[in-house]
């Protein structure tokens, strides 16, 4: 069992930046690739980037690649997603989620844990 947090989100501008932190429970926290997802209200969640288990190997959205980037401590049980110039249409609940495979997965439906989100609103 994995319990996730995440924190970090707020009202920024755009061109502002977050960090996104999500810290996991549990001992196995390396043994999961991880991945970031967010949702606006009516849509489906959309993949926004992945990590592998070991963070050797990473892969975004093609809408924020350039601009965010995904990274994990494993020391610190902890999944980080650096987002850099924002703009409103990032607007939206982040998510983070850990799935049982050591690669990284883009379907939000592979993934076994997630956490409560946090929201983010970029005004312009």
Known sequence: QVQLVESGGGLVQAGASLRLSCAASGRTFNRYGMGWFRQTPG?????????T???GSTNYAGSVKGRFTISRDNAKNTVYL???SLKPEDTAVYYCAAGLFTTYDLRPEAYNYWGQGTQVTVSS
Do not use: L
């Open 53 to 55: 288990w070991s963070g």
């Open 43 to 51: 849509k489906e969640r959309e993949f926004v980037a992945a990590v």
């Open 82 to 84: 650096q987002m850099n």
